[in-house]
């Protein structure tokens, strides 16, 4: 299958709806692929805390619509990142998923949030639940950028089936080092794929990290953006990942569950 990442730039002098349509611009470039990916709080930007209220919207709200019917144009399966929820009182992050059709298959609210040298803790509230979606080429986890650290939300994943996982994120260039680490760690200790969306640019004082990448089940990074923006392309082969899982089964060999 073909995939692809898109690593957007962060300009502090754009509006929500000039990134937006930048965004859309991009995607219709991208006919043919099956599953594109982009990063956290591209629209609104990450480190702009001062727009999350003000930006927050509903589940069905105008994001949510706009990138339904993007997926549907395209017929692809469209990770879009994630945007402020607003539900009821509280604001989440929180990523969504379509189909081909342009159906909505899953969301996931940021379980793990941010604290260091970010408000996101202070102004949204976490996500509780774990989540792992059907698709037609196979079971796919969904996780935001924080979460990497954290190595048994992903353990969850797998032992719910998943053979992809998919990062939506805004890291910052001072920790690459790590970003880099944790994206080929968390493939090759789950025998899964791995594709990543990062932010680039600077925002807000803050240079993003970029190095967006496509990480194959023996944690081999085969598709990486640099520091600008950019479009990550990769070909995965999801049939690979139940031989691997077979012919090195450590998957199998776990004691403590």
């Not at 073909?2 to 502090?12: F, G, L, M, P, R």
């Not at 996931?108 to 996101?120: A, M, N, P, T, V």
């Not at 992809?164 to 880099?180: E, G, I, K, Q, Y």
């Amino acid at each position: 299958m073909n995939v692809a990442s898109v690593q957007v730039e962060i300009k502090d002098d754009e509006t929500k709806e000039q990134r937006i349509q930048r965004v859309e611009s991009t995607l219709d470039t991208l006919e043919g692929y099956d599953l594109i990916v982009l990063p956290e709080i591209w629209a609104t930007g990450y480190f702009s805390f001062d727009r999350y209220a003000e930006e927050a919207e509903p589940m069905d709200g105008p994001f949510v619509a706009r990138f339904s019917a993007k997926a549907k144009a395209l017929g692809v399966y469209l990770f879009a990142g994630s945007f402020i929820e607003k539900d009821g009182d509280e604001l989440y992050n929180t990523s969504v998923m379509f189909d081909p059709q342009g159906r909505q298959i899953a969301s996931y609210r940021k379980i793990h949030l941010f604290r260091y040298g970010s408000d996101e803790g202070k102004l949204l509230t976490r996500g509780e639940e774990i989540t792992v979606v059907d698709t037609a080429f196979g079971k796919v986890g969904l996780a935001t950028c924080y979460d990497l650290r954290f190595p048994e939300l992903f353990r969850r994943q797998v032992d719910l089936g998943a053979e992809l996982l998919l990062v939506t994120s805004a890291w910052p260039h001072r920790r690459l080092m790590h970003w880099n680490l944790f994206n080929q760690v968390r493939a090759l200790e789950n025998q899964c794929y791995l594709i990543s969306s990062n932010c680039a640019g600077t925002t807000r004082g803050t240079l993003l990290g970029g190095h967006s990448q496509v990480v194959d089940p023996w944690g081999v990074v085969i598709a990486s953006g640099g520091e600008q923006e950019a479009i990550v392309k990769a070909h995965i082969d999801l049939s690979q990942i139940a031989h691997i899982r077979e012919t090195f089964p450590q998957l199998k060999h776990r004691v403590l569950r």
